[in-house]
């Protein structure tokens, strides 16, 4: 080989290292992301499981929306307290006291206590269940299915399905919100663990309805809400409602509701 022919190779080898010196800067800049430090300290505290329980596409959504404060040093219901003060220091705020809260569901209908409309043969889970017509099988259209859809993305197995509707085991539940997401007729609902009065239904029929399809469902007589010491109940679309921040946990809408389904733990 010649020593111009080495040149030749030389300068052409050169010429592709500076093109793709050039492609790589272009690329550089036009897929450049910022990194957030502030962002990434959050995130290494967060449980990583990216739930969704509090409310952002997952846990780097999150810690973004904490670092820009748009969000709580609070907003990671699975991390809790514990979590909240390390992402309070990071953020140089005070973590304010946090109140945990679980899962329940709004449904006292077992199976002795529901009637049905029709004989059901689909698929066993409530996803299907809720395209039958008028989404139910039970002659109550709001309450549980029983199928336990809830519980299978449960990571945490805090759920579990008893004589036909979904139970919660609340030591075992963190709020991260998935069973509310997936339960087709949004039974479930996140309250403050320590609430001990508690309305077990869904139904928005009115009583006579309410009576042929279950003994155990809201009547929207009011009782509870006339009786109630501090107007901590409403009625709102014929069913009982707690306003928890008002409720004193007296248990006289216990007492008084006819079908007991309010229940004063």
Request: hydrophobic letters at 30%; aromatic letters at 8%.
């Given at each position: 080989m010649s020593f111009?022919?080495?040149?030749?190779?030389?300068?052409?080898?050169?010429?592709?290292?500076?093109?793709?010196?050039?492609?790589?800067s272009i690329a550089e800049k036009v897929f450049h992301v910022d990194v957030n430090i502030l962002s990434a300290k959050i995130c290494e505290e967060l449980p990583g499981i990216n739930c969704g329980g509090c409310g952002f596409a997952g846990c780097d959504s999150c810690a973004e929306a904490i670092s820009k404060g748009e969000a709580p040093v609070s907003a990671c219901p699975v991390g809790g307290e514990r979590v909240a003060k390390r992402i309070a220091d990071i953020m140089?705020?005070?973590?304010?006291?946090?109140q945990r809260k679980v899962a329940y569901v709004?449904?006292?209908?077992?199976?002795?206590?529901?009637?049905?409309?029709?004989?059901?043969?689909?698929?066993?889970?409530?996803?299907?269940?809720?395209?039958?017509?008028?989404?139910?099988?039970?002659?109550?259209?709001?309450?549980?299915?029983?199928?336990?859809?809830c519980a299978e993305v449960c990571d945490h197995h805090a759920i579990k399905v008893e004589d036909g509707k979904a139970v919660v085991d609340e030591s075992l539940c963190v709020a991260?919100?998935?069973?509310?997401?997936?339960?087709?007729h949004g039974?479930?609902?996140?309250?403050?663990?320590?609430?001990?009065?508690?309305?077990?239904?869904?139904?928005?029929?009115?009583?006579?309805t309410v009576r042929n399809a279950c003994t155990s469902g809201?009547?929207?007589?009011?009782?509870?809400?006339?009786?109630?010491p501090n107007d901590a109940i409403i009625l709102d679309n014929n069913l009982?409602?707690?306003?928890?921040?008002?409720?004193?946990?007296?248990?006289?809408?216990?007492?008084?509701?006819?079908?007991?389904?309010?229940?004063?733990?």
């Open positions: 111009n022919e080495v040149l030749i190779a030389v300068g052409i080898l050169c010429g592709i290292s500076i093109i793709i010196g050039v492609a790589l140089g705020q005070k973590a304010e006291p946090m709004k449904c006292d209908g077992s199976c002795e206590k529901r009637q049905t409309d029709y004989n059901y043969y689909g698929l066993k889970t409530c996803t299907y269940a809720a395209t039958m017509p008028d989404s139910s099988y039970y002659a109550c259209k709001f309450g549980c299915l029983g199928y336990g859809t991260c919100g998935k069973c509310l997401k997936v339960c087709p039974l479930i609902e996140l309250i403050p663990a320590n609430a001990s009065v508690r309305v077990q239904c869904s139904s928005a029929d009115k009583g006579k809201c009547l929207g007589c009011g009782i509870c809400a006339r009786n109630c009982a409602k707690i306003d928890y921040f008002k409720c004193s946990k007296c248990g006289i809408c216990a007492e008084k509701c006819p079908r007991h389904i309010i229940k004063h733990y």
